[in-house]
């Protein structure tokens, strides 16, 4: 769990000292929020690489030495004189850190392999998945508040140098040994998961999900903080709802894998429920929120973001027990191409809703409501398409 879950919370523990680096290296609020976007362009390079030396070192060796180069330059972050040196150091930090989500899910892949083993096990983890990054503001509001926006460098070297150790101490080897002795080919499992259709609809899946859930740490700072006026310790209670909407919805998901709920039908409810969310997310914007008590306003911006990652949390298990079933026989690699895939699109669409930041109160819920309209939208074509296929085919 944690260590699935370290390389978001060092994603989101940014979020609460994104005003003092802005301030920190006198640059623009749109380049402090771009340490949120370059972080997936790492992690997608990351996947990649961590993904495919899985099947030929091994599940822990892999995770290792990952888990050292996270360590190595979350060290650098601490020096780093100028925003741009800092943009760097963290793209390869997350190339490191991009170790963390590749790895755990393959071992989970490599001890599960029943459809619905693996959706309760990804009902699980989807809480680390999503309540690690909402721990995130939490702490990082703390240590900034309490000590500077250093302090936030200085933690994640430590928690770097602890999960190395546990990892050596403690972590077991799940390659099988045939598979570890069978000849290594890439390139044919490259091309496979490419020319698979149902692969690119989970790949926009999953990236529109992360994307929702990120622009909501890279808008609700400056939401919360400069519109609001929340101090860093009072903001880092926002990690606290979105983390209680991510429990409530992974136990709700994991209920629905035990009555035997298609995916397909659970990723279609998690999308309708977000879009219900972000409907609910911008009601007051026509009606008149500027006379709301700021009390009020902070519980409904509060609650109704909880209730967006409810939608989220509530879809992402589905996809990840579903999204590789037919490549067990190539885990690493085949997850390694479908991560680098959808990291690079997440870091795509973090690089536009970057361009479209703003002080307004709205653009998260807009954001929110346009994507998952788009992937709800993707569904229903690709179910027609499918029918559509059948029909022709005379077995409908």
């Known amino acids: 769990m944690v260590l699935i879950g370290f390389p978001q919370l060092s994603e989101t523990i940014f979020a609460p000292i994104l005003p003092a680096l802005s301030a920190h290296y006198h640059v623009s609020e749109n380049l402090s929020q771009a340490t949120l976007s370059v972080y997936f362009l790492g992690f997608a390079f990351g996947v990649f690489f961590w993904g495919i030396l899985a099947d030929r070192w091994g599940r822990k060796p892999c995770m290792i030495a990952g ?4 360590t190595i330059f979350s060290a650098l972050l601490w020096v780093s004189p100028t925003i741009w040196v800092l943009l760097g150091v963290r793209v390869l930090q997350a190339f490191g850190a991009a170790v963390g989500s590749v790895i755990t899910q393959t071992m989970m892949r490599d001890c599960f ?8 096990v990804f009902s699980i983890i989807s809480q680390a998945l999503a309540f690690a990054p909402a721990t995130g503001p939490l702490l990082g509001g703390y240590l900034a508040e309490i000590f500077s926006f250093q302090a936030v460098f200085a933690f994640l070297i430590v928690m770097g140098v602890v ?15 045939q598979r570890h002795q069978m000849e290594f080919h890439l390139w044919p499992i490259c091309k496979r998961v490419l020319q698979d259709g149902q692969i690119w609809v989970y790949v926009l899946l999953v990236a529109g999900l992360n ?7 890279g808008e609700s700072p400056f939401v919360f903080m400069e519109t609001l006026h929340l101090s860093k310790m009072q903001y880092g209670w926002f990690g606290l709802t979105v983390g209680a909407g991510c429990f409530v919805a992974a136990k709700f998901s994991k209920g629905l894998a035990e009555r035997h709920k298609a995916p397909d039908f659970i990723i279609r409810l998690g999308l309708q429920f977000t879009i219900g969310s972000a409907l609910l997310y911008l009601v007051p914007s026509f009606l008149h929120f500027e006379l709301w008590s700021r009390y009020a306003q902070v519980i409904w911006l509060m609650g109704t973001s909880g209730l967006v990652f409810v939608g989220i949390v509530m879809t992402l298990p589905s996809i990840f027990s579903q999204a590789l079933v037919a490549y067990q026989d190539c885990l690493g690699r085949a997850g390694a191409v479908f991560g680098a895939l959808y990291y690079a699109v997440l870091s795509l669409m973090m690089a536009m809703v970057n361009l479209i930041h703003s002080h307004s109160i709205w653009t998260f819920g807009l954001i929110v409501l346009g994507i998952s309209s788009g992937l709800w939208l993707i569904l229903l074509l690709q179910s027609r398409f499918f029918s559509a296929f059948l029909v ?3 077995q409908l």
């Open 163 to 177: 999960l190395t150790w546990v990892s050596r101490a403690l972590l077991p080897e799940t390659l099988p040994v």
């Open 211 to 217: 994307c929702m859930i990120f622009s909501c740490y």
């Open 67 to 70: 888990l050292i180069c996270y």
């Open 113 to 120: 392999t029943t459809p619905y083993e693996r959706m309760k």
């Open 392 to 394: 022709k085919k005379g």
